[in-house]
């Protein structure tokens, strides 16, 4: 059974870097650099970082006004993977 992760959250901190709460209680910083350097046209923008640092939660993922977006479920498993994760200060 999958669980139903939403990103509560997200910040910049510099960089192509973004804090990320997420609903079940655990947060982390990403780095999405190499995500951001891949040559497809939606990505393009990210590579700006005023661009970047313009990111939103949006029906529980992270987005930008350009319309793109990422799952939160995909990347809360790929942060937790790479150890990325801790409880959330707080609380969720």
């Given at each position: 059974m999958?669980?139903?992760i939403k990103t509560l959250s997200v910040d910049p901190v510099?960089?192509?870097r973004l804090?990320?709460?997420?609903?079940n209680g655990r947060e982390g910083i990403c780095d999405l650099s190499g995500?951001?350097?891949?040559?497809?046209p939606m990505?393009?923008?990210?590579?700006d970082p005023e661009f970047f640092a313009?990111?939103?939660?949006?029906?529980?993922t992270i987005a930008w006004p350009?319309?793109?977006d990422?799952?939160?479920i995909a990347l809360h498993d790929e942060m937790l993977k790479s150890g990325q994760l801790e409880p959330a200060l707080g609380g969720a």
């Open positions: 999958i669980d139903i510099g960089g192509y804090q990320v709460r997420f609903s995500m951001v350097g891949q040559d497809r990505l393009k923008p990210l590579a313009r990111a939103f939660v949006q029906t529980g350009n319309g793109f990422i799952d939160a």
